[in-house]
Nanobody
């Protein structure tokens, strides 16, 4: 059973930075992609950053150039460095493990509790 524990969220002013961490357990995920998702108030959860097993990264247009995803396979951990934060980045951030060739296919339907990011203007 996969478990995902997100941390690092908080309240920050616009223009500030945060670094999120997600520790995964219950499997070996080095051959899978990992990603960060955001659910803004009243909106559906969306994938904002992904990193493949080969460390290829992909970003939503809204965060490109400001967010950086990275992973440490030895720790089964994925990170999201968020710079130049905007109020529209506010939401609950979740991580998950995905099929390396199809990010729409999750390793498991399980979602962690997420971590709240609030950006004030």
């Amino acid at each position: 059973q996969v478990q995902l524990v997100e941390s690092g969220g908080g309240l920050v002013q616009a223009g500030g930075s945060l670094r999120l961490s997600c520790a995964a357990s219950g499997g070996i995920f080095s051959r899978y992609a990992m990603g960060w998702y955001r659910q803004a108030p009243g909106k559906e959860r969306e994938l904002v950053a992904a990193i493949s097993s080969g460390d290829t990264t992909d970003y939503a247009d809204s965060v490109k150039g400001r967010f950086t995803i990275s992973r440490d396979n030895a720790k089964n951990t994925v990170y999201l460095q968020m710079n130049s934060l905007k109020p529209e980045d506010t939401g609950v951030y979740y991580c998950n493990v995905m099929n390396d060739s199809d990010y729409g296919e999750l390793y498991s339907d399980y979602w962690g509790q997420g971590t709240q990011v609030t950006v004030s203007s």
